[in-house]
């Protein structure tokens, strides 16, 4: 008896990722109508993922009105779930003010979120914020510390914005052969000012 419920378990899970695996492969096919009937289904029964595809949906109004309080909504059940893609693009609501108020110390709350499960983007933009002094003092040490991080990971902004900041002596010795090497980099994940930097070092002698 325990082999036989054990063996409709697998059936059941094997069914429901490809369910979900099928909303998926609709979204990136640009068929939104398919997948939004999948994602409703199942971010009605509290699936993260499903959750935050329907908030990405509503923020970009893909096969919907675009929709930011929607898109909010559906973030925050998923970012609640500790998903880190919904964590960051619920803290980029807050960051930028779409259908609420900006609010950067929230946006860095749930970047901050993001960031400690490895997103690159969420760790790029509390690079941002420090460097900034969007919502907090300004603080170059902690906008190096965000942006290495990132950069470790191949995040392209954070490697040409590390390169800026070693270029200009912000929160580190002023060294521009490594602001050129960090420029390359950049360059190589598809910034296009790294590559005008980069060249403009190589020039320069660095």
Avoid: H, P
């Amino acid at each position: 008896m325990k082999k036989i419920l054990v063996s409709l378990g697998l059936a059941l899970t094997i069914s429901f990722g490809t369910t979900l695996d099928e909303g998926v492969v609709a979204y990136k096919k640009g068929d939104y109508k398919a997948g939004l009937v999948i994602f409703e289904d199942l971010a009605s029964k509290n699936d993260a993922i499903a959750q935050y595809y329907l908030g990405k949906m509503y923020a970009n109004g893909f096969g919907v009105k675009k929709d930011y309080l929607k898109a909010k909504e559906w973030f925050e059940k998923a970012a609640t779930q500790g998903d880190a893609k919904a964590q960051y693009s619920l803290g980029n609501i807050y960051y930028d003010g779409f259908g609420v108020k900006q609010d950067y110390l929230k946006a860095k709350e749930w970047f901050e979120k993001a960031a400690a499960q490895g997103n690159v983007d969420a760790q790029t933009n509390l690079g941002i914020i420090y460097y900034n002094g969007f919502g907090v003092k300004k603080d170059y040490l902690k906008a190096k510390e965000w942006y290495e991080k990132a950069a470790a990971q191949g995040g392209a902004e954070a490697q040409y914005n590390l390169g800026v900041m070693y270029a200009n002596g912000q929160g580190v010795k002023q060294d521009k052969r490594v602001a050129k090497q960090l420029y390359g980099k950049a360059c190589d994940g598809g910034i296009q000012m790294g590559c005008d930097n980069y060249k403009l070092l190589n020039q320069q002698g660095y």
